[in-house]
């Protein structure tokens, strides 16, 4: 069964950081273009960050910076590392996985992350 878990979101204070970790189960993430996107109440789901089979990463022009993506294919998993958390940040992390020939897409479950003082 195919899966992509996230973790690591959590209630952090204006200027924390934080790593998401997206761990994926029933699939080689190798063969896959990786991605962040949020979802803040009451918006839409918005790209954070892609990373491509061979490394390269573009971010959203708010997040350059300021967030990492990255990818252990050796640990099947992905990373977010998030620093100078904003409020405007407070949103659901979700990772997704494009499979590169097939056009197969894969979503993790979300994972809060609350940016308050």
């Known amino acids: 069964q195919v899966q992509l878990v996230e973790s690591g979101g959590a209630l952090v204070q204006p200027g924390g950081s934080l790593r998401l970790s997206c761990a994926a189960s029933?699939?080689?993430?190798?063969?896959?273009?990786l991605a962040w996107y949020r979802q803040a109440p009451g918006k839409q789901r918005e790209l954070v960050a892609r990373?491509?089979?061979?490394?390269?990463?573009n971010y959203v022009d708010s997040m350059k910076g300021r967030f990492t993506i990255s990818r252990d294919n050796t640990k099947n998993t992905m990373y977010l590392q998030m620093n100078n958390l904003t409020p405007e940040d407070t949103a659901v992390y979700y990772c997704?996985?494009?499979?590169w020939g097939n056009g197969n897409v894969y979503w993790g479950q979300g994972t809060q992350v609350t940016v308050s003082a």
């Open positions: 029933g699939m080689t993430l190798s063969f896959y273009t």
């Open positions: 990373i491509l089979r061979d490394g390269n990463t």
């Open positions: 997704n996985a494009a499979h």
